[in-house]
């Protein structure tokens, strides 16, 4: 058996598994930043009226907005008091 093709082998494996993580970290990355930027967006946009879902499926019309919670209003009558970063989406 020759050691030395086996020895070059896995030199040569490590480094394309080595590249290959490398790639998925920087392409895992970019997609997290752009996830924040949204999600950023999303709660800097909202406002008293905006209809809105939230992370379960749930939709509703923010009617109060608080520093750290937002009142929504989901049926007649029938007001919640969540948590802003429980909302995924401002419905148009």
Known sequence: MNWEVILWTCITL????????????VISATNMKKRRENMKN??????????????GG????????????????IAKGAIMKIDRFAIQAIVK
């Open 58 to 73: 749930i939709y509703g019309r923010v009617v109060g907005i608080e520093e750290e919670t937002v009142n929504v209003e």
């Open 42 to 55: 999303l709660y800097e946009g909202l406002a008293i009226g905006n209809q809105v879902m939230f992370a």
């Open 14 to 25: 490590v480094v394309i598994m080595g590249v290959f993580g490398i790639i998925m970290s």
